[in-house]
């Protein structure tokens, strides 16, 4: 069964220092996964995904996810974070049954100070 | 080209009252996903939907909780007789198709709360 782990559940950043919210998975065949940011009380909404070719995924406000198939780890990475960026961040993976539903980690709050 | 929307963005219902959750996806999106969020964790799928058919309800509860996309109009979630377990978020999510490569698109959410 596909799964997804985020083992942080909080990740502290000062403003213009490079961050990194880990995601690590386990799938049965090749993986498609995502990442979402969630802003209080709104929605889910869409930063990048890997479906295959180059392990750099460039996404959405200047984020990016290295994939790493000997490391199962699909990491997010920002050069330099903004007090903006504050927010709950999934990782996700697509089930490969009929539904290709998404399947979430726990989440990682991101909390980057001034 | 506007994005998911579901109303009502928070609903309030007592224990044993019922509760209809609605989901209109983006234009030209034939399939739906529903998400439930409880607090400070993350999203578990409940059902997945195309047009007059649901596909995967592997997620539902088996008892008081029932999804329909009919051929016209928005999606709904329902959920009958409600009980305190219930007070979540409810994310509604949409497709163009279920190729795995598609990113799905949320709506804001509806926020049950079940006194």
């Known amino acids: 069964a596909q799964s997804v782990a985020q083992p942080e559940d909080q990740v502290n950043v000062a403003e213009g220092n490079p961050l990194t919210v880990k995601c690590t998975y386990s799938?049965?065949?090749?993986?498609?996964l995502f990442w979402y940011v969630q802003y209080p009380n709104r929605g889910l909404q869409f930063l990048l995904k890997y479906i295959t070719g180059d392990n750099l995924v460039k996404g959405s406000y200047g984020f990016e996810a290295e994939f790493n198939k000997s490391q199962t780890s699909f990491h997010l990475k920002k050069p330099s974070a903004l007090v903006s960026d504050s927010a709950l961040y999934f990782c996700a993976v697509r089930g490969m049954d009929s539904s290709y539903k998404l399947i979430f980690g726990s989440g990682t709050r991101l909390l980057v100070r001034p | 080209n506007a994005g998911v929307m579901q109303n009502p963005r928070h609903l309030v219902r007592r224990r044993g009252q019922e509760a209809r959750l609605r989901c209109s996806p983006m234009k030209g999106h034939s399939h739906v996903y529903w998400y439930r969020q409880l607090p400070e964790e993350g999203l578990k799928f409940m059902v997945y939907l195309q047009k007059e058919n649901i596909i995967d309800e592997s997620g539902m509860p088996k008892e008081r909780f029932s999804a329909e996309f009919p051929k016209e109009g928005p999606s709904i979630l329902r959920i009958q007789q409600v009980v305190r377990g219930d007070s979540a978020a409810y994310f509604c999510?949409?497709?163009?198709?279920?190729?795995?490569?598609?990113?799905?698109?949320f709506g804001p959410g509806t926020r049950l709360t079940v006194l």
């Open positions: 799938v049965s065949g090749n993986p498609y």
């Open positions: 999510a949409s497709s163009p198709g279920a190729a795995p490569s598609n990113e799905q698109f």
